[in-house]
């Protein structure tokens, strides 16, 4: 009894070691390069993320559009799934430190072989006891003649066992798990982002369409008219073919591009509805406006600051907990290396009659330690080492890439809206400047000052100058969208909420 007390001490005061490399949280710098900076203060961008930044849109479709995707869409349901299966691993893992215990009952119909274990007691040969002579277990008639009893065996009892965490082992499996489900909800809220902001992407799009079909159907009643004015003139003889001629031929150019936007349409709608979780067209409705307008990017942008990048994007803090993950896994298979120790043991009752299991007689116990060293594996012990500080290599390159891309995409992204900014106001002026163009010729047409070609110029103008204007606002807000994209905002950064690691 004190050689085991001993060892309880000993290998308590073992259980502290943890073998393994500790991890360290890892403190990416920001680009040496400016360039990222100076454009968000140009910007005038705030040093909080707003986590519903798509209302600086203003627009309500929109944000019920948004609500329903976050709610309803499946990818999103998918990475919740993930995190409660990451979480059960947790639970899981938890269970290795701990003790485990069971109980049991069993009755079995036996009977002795003479020829096996029983016959190195010595037994007296078989015409030493008569037959019937009463042994239970059979071994009156050693070696096994005919003659041997069977006899009821019942058993009762509980056993349990507890591996002790020499070296960390258990430790570093629920680090490991608990690294994986914080990385299962960096990666669910890494969705929900890319989710938000192709919702604006495609929203942005819809209108943006839906404002070239309207132009283009302003344009044709324009062109329309006139045709009737060419005609009109061509019968009163002040006039040629030729104008005529000319109107129908714009006419028909307009009439041809009309169902490819029309297309369009249809083809951003369903988008829509697919990233909110629907079948095709359920959102028709919702999305019909009387006058479509391409959402504008306000002059001041609530967003988030580069230098915060590193604790904005959970796709950084996904893939730094992917790496935690795997660090601590180089522990649990350097752990394998150094012997086991489980303490075991089980108590109960056995009887050859079913009245006496429960007597004092009855009672049985077997309790001890158990080592296990571990002398020749065939290299399984050292290939998994090297499978895992492998892994772990893998997980500390793929942080770096997930960092150095993050940085392109915010440099990307806030030039992208700096250049479409500049576009759109050009655009602008292209616009009103073609549209005096228009009327100017149109009256000079009218007046018989000017030949209807000139008129066509100048509608073929306008109209160009007008789709180029819809496509500058709509290239402009998808640029934002992909900004806060990649400023990580549409989330607050919080702490995985885990379970306890115990658990049956």
């Not at 109960?348 to 009245?355: F, H, P, Y």
């Amino acid at each position: 009894m004190k050689r085991f007390s001993f060892m309880l001490v000993a290998t308590s005061a073992l259980a502290g070691c943890t073998v393994g490399p500790n991890f360290r949280a890892q403190t990416p710098s920001p680009p040496p390069a400016p360039t990222a900076a100076q454009f968000a203060k140009q910007l005038a961008l705030d040093t909080r993320i707003d986590t519903r930044w798509w209302r600086v849109f203003e627009d309500p479709v929109l944000d019920g559009v948004i609500d329903r995707a976050l709610t309803d869409n499946l990818d999103l349901q998918i990475a919740a799934a993930r995190i409660e299966r990451s979480r059960a691993q947790l639970r899981t893992a938890g269970a290795a430190g701990l003790p485990s215990a069971g109980g049991a009952a069993s009755y079995m119909r036996e009977r002795a072989s003479g020829d096996g274990i029983m016959a190195l007691t010595g037994a007296s040969s078989p015409s030493a006891t008569a037959a019937g002579g009463g042994d239970p277990f059979g071994t009156a008639n050693l070696p096994g003649t005919k003659g041997n009893s069977d006899f009821d065996l019942f058993q009762t009892g509980f056993d349990a066992s507890w591996e002790l965490d020499l070296w960390g082992r258990a430790r570093r499996l629920r680090e490991a798990a608990k690294a994986d489900a914080q990385a299962a909800v960096y990666e669910r809220e890494a969705a929900r982002i890319s989710l938000s902001a192709e919702v604006v992407a495609q929203y942005v799009a819809l209108r943006g369409a839906e404002a070239r079909l309207l132009v283009l159907r302003r344009n044709r009643e324009a062109v329309a008219r006139g045709e009737g004015i060419a005609r009109r003139r061509e019968a009163e003889g002040a006039a040629s073919r030729y104008d005529a001629a000319s109107a129908s031929t714009q006419l028909a150019a307009i009439d041809s591009a009309i169902p490819g936007v029309e297309r369009d349409v249809s083809v951003h709608r369903n988008a829509l509805a697919l990233l909110a979780g629907c079948e095709p067209h359920v959102l028709d409705g919702q999305l019909a406006v009387s006058e479509p307008k391409v959402p504008t990017v306000p002059v001041r942008l609530p967003g988030g600051l580069a230098s915060s990048l590193a604790h904005a994007r959970p796709d950084i803090l996904a893939a730094e907990a992917r790496l935690h993950a795997a660090t601590a896994r180089i522990g649990v298979a350097k752990a394998d290396f150094y012997p086991s120790l489980v303490l075991t043991g089980s108590a109960g009752t056995q009887s050859l009659e079913s009245g006496d299991l429960f007597a004092w007689g009855a009672r049985q116990f077997i309790a001890g330690p158990v080592l296990h060293i571990p002398i020749f594996e065939g290299g399984r012990l050292k290939g998994q080492l090297e499978l895992t500080e492998a892994d772990q290599k893998a997980a500390a390159i793929q942080y770096r890439a997930t960092v150095l891309r993050a940085w392109h995409e915010v440099d990307d992204a806030l030039e992208l809206l700096r250049s479409e900014a500049k576009r759109v106001t050009a655009a602008q002026r292209g616009v009103e400047q073609g549209r005096i163009a228009t009327h100017v010729a149109e009256r000079r047409y009218s007046a018989g000052a000017t030949s209807y070609l000139d008129v066509l110029v100048a509608q073929r103008t306008e109209l160009e100058r007008e789709a180029e204007y819809t496509q500058a606002l709509t290239a402009h807000a998808s640029a934002l969208a992909a900004l806060y994209k990649s400023l990580g905002g549409g989330w607050t950064p919080i702490q995985a909420e885990m379970p306890g690691a115990a658990g049956a």
